[in-house]
């Protein structure tokens, strides 16, 4: 760590030896701490650091836990630059004072982003603590705020290209990135540190005291894990953003969450770039229409996305809230599939937009319509019901939400998107799989037999299974094997890096009973382990009682990625061979197209 670091525990305490204090904290499971960091001249963040949160919205997988970013710069004129969780509001707003008061300062301004409650959350306690700032965000996000404070406040509504001069040659050049990944977001570039400011993008959930990506392979995964999740769905947008910020000369990016990115700026950023280059190549795209801060529409809209992006196609993000109709029409126009989270049936802007959409279809879009748990949707056979009505039919039965969204309501709601996005590719991926390898090359290929195993994994509400023979012992020390995982698998999303999952290993001639029921094509969010008998092991993933010879605790340490699937290395942790006088099955095929 580096001069003008700090930390301030939940208690107040000030540290001398500020590491090993870090450490401290993490090592004995205090939840949050705040450091403040000297990222360039006149300009520092405020990290409040949350090592214990594993998970993040539900769906988003969260080994490391998570930091929130906030950012202080000192012109003539003082800007603060996003805020942090509610859950850090007492530890937050003391340190935000105690940085203002020893510099004799007041805040002046506080740009917004975008208004997600872990960036925006105590932007009405900063109003309170300081009635005269001005607030500057975009349109949409000035708008959002006014509902999510419920007061009145300095408006500085900016748009792409606007400039705001804090003095002392700190000039905020802000550029509009919406759907990275709410609608209202944007940049802001400060010319005279080189520091772009970009909240959620090229960020991830990654807690450590040190403040920079000073280690990329241990960032790395998460990095990629996160923009899967959050801006894969938004691919299009990455590049619009991309462009826009090409010609600024940036030497740190300032996110929102995880690390900032200094060290290795132009291989990250590159990544983003491919990763949605790669993207657009898809010959299937989807509209996803949710309905912006209203129920569980936005969380649920981006597994939903995540889901469909799995599976090999496109999305783009439309909010029926805020999208300028002519825009929709273009969207929908080059989308072969449609998802529509229920609106607010009391939202006039919204039926406005779902009259426009009902108009922009056409009878060989797929469609799929949610519910958004929001209090007030509009029902799901009427809006089932009006598409029908312009000729066009369900791709699958609507998806109903009768409780408040767990850890199986999302697992559902991502299978739902991948059941929606195969439907879109199925004759592209058969094509494709056909004409793969010469017919003696997969012939040969296929001489590689197998074993023949049953992969279970749980967190918390949701499970997963899946049949599997791409399986490998792959190190004696520690003890690891490899598991390859189709990445449009539902179980896919449990086994990411620090994931825990189970090998059951299925017995030689008794296997028929487990193989039949699973291969069986499940609706979405349906129990891969209903109607099996299974006991919890000691990692909490399901061991079958029946049909298997031996089974094998594992945890995920490193994922590979390959064109359709992703090599996962595991170290063994824990197994018990539960019938010593059987083999495990093999598996032999005819050709190496298919499993």
């Not at 205090?30 to 403040?36: D, E, G, K, R, W």
């Not at 609608?183 to 540190?193: H, K, V, Y």
């Not at 040969?444 to 023949?452: K, T």
Request: charged share 25%; hydrophobic share 40%.
């Amino acid at each position: 760590m580096g001069p003008g670091e700090a930390f301030a525990d939940t208690s107040m305490h000030s540290v001398a030896a500020l590491l090993p204090y870090a450490t401290f904290l993490k090592q004995t499971h205090v939840s949050a701490c705040a450091q403040v960091v000297e990222v360039a001249d006149d300009t520092i963040s405020i990290r409040s650091l949350d090592w214990d949160r594993d998970r993040f919205d539900i769906e988003f997988g969260l080994q490391e836990g998570t930091t929130y970013n906030s950012f202080l710069i000192f012109g003539e004129k003082t800007c603060l630059v996003d805020a942090s969780h509610e859950k850090f509001r007492d530890l937050y707003m003391k340190t935000l004072t105690d940085e203002l008061e020893k510099r004799g300062r007041k805040l002046d301004y506080v740009v917004v982003s975008h208004t997600e409650p872990d960036h925006s959350g105590l932007i009405p306690d900063i109003i309170d603590a300081f009635p005269d700032v001005k607030i500057a965000g975009s349109k949409v996000a000035l708008m959002y705020l006014k509902g999510l404070t419920n007061r009145d406040f300095t408006q500085n509504p900016v748009k792409g290209g606007d400039k705001i001069d804090l003095g002392k040659g700190h000039e905020l050049e802000f550029v509009m990135a919406p759907n990275l990944h709410w609608p209202d977001t944007m940049f802001s570039f400060d010319s005279s540190t080189g520091v772009l400011y970009t909240c959620d993008a090229f960020g991830l959930h990654y807690c450590d005291s040190e403040p920079f990506d000073t280690d990329l392979n241990a960032i790395a995964p998460h990095f990629r894990f996160y923009y899967d999740c959050l801006m894969k769905p938004n691919a299009r947008s990455v590049l619009s953003a991309l462009k826009r910020t090409k010609a600024m000369d940036y030497s740190t990016i300032a996110v929102g969450h995880g690390p900032l990115l200094r060290y290795n700026l132009s291989e990250l950023v590159g990544r983003y770039q491919s990763w949605s280059e790669a993207v657009g190549k898809a010959t299937a795209s989807v509209a996803v229409l949710y309905s912006s801060d209203y129920g569980y529409s936005d969380r649920l809209s981006q597994t939903l996305a995540r889901g469909i992006t799995k599976a090999g196609a496109a999305t783009e993000m439309v909010d029926v809230l805020s999208i300028d109709p002519q825009e929709l029409v273009e969207i929908v126009g080059r989308s072969t599939g449609i998802a529509l989270m229920a609106p607010p049936t009391d939202s006039a802007t919204a039926q406005k937009t779902l009259d426009t959409l009902l108009s922009a279809v056409n009878k060989k879009q797929k469609v799929l319509i949610l519910e958004s748990y929001g209090g007030r949707d509009e029902p799901v056979d009427t809006l089932t019901n009006n598409f029908v009505g312009v000729g066009v039919e369900p791709a699958l039965d609507a998806v109903r939400i009768k409780e408040v969204p767990n850890e199986g309501t999302y697992q559902g709601i991502e299978e739902a998107g991948t059941r929606l996005a195969q439907s879109l590719t199925k004759k592209e991926s058969i094509a494709k799989m056909k004409a793969s390898m010469p017919a003696e090359v997969a012939k040969s290929l296929a001489r590689v037999a197998g074993g023949l195993y049953v992969i279970t994994a749980a967190n918390k509400s949701a499970r997963g299974a899946m049949l599997a023979s791409w399986v490998a012992q792959a190190s004696f020390e520690p003890l690891g094997l490899t598991v390859a995982v189709a990445k449009d698998r539902a179980i896919e999303s449990l086994m990411q890096v620090g994931d825990t999952f189970v090998m059951n290993c299925l017995e030689e001639g008794n296997y028929s009973a487990n193989m039949k029921h699973f291969l069986k094509r499940f609706p979405p969010g349906a129990d891969r382990l209903d109607g099996i008998d299974w006991s919890p092991a000691k990692n909490g993933s399901p061991v079958l009682e029946s049909g298997i010879v031996a089974y094998i605790e594992c945890k995920v340490v490193s994922r590979m990625e390959t064109a359709d699937h992703w090599l996962t290395y595991a170290e063994v942790t824990d197994g018990a061979v539960v019938n010593s006088d059987k083999k495990t099955a093999v598996h032999r095929r005819k050709v190496a197209n298919y499993y």
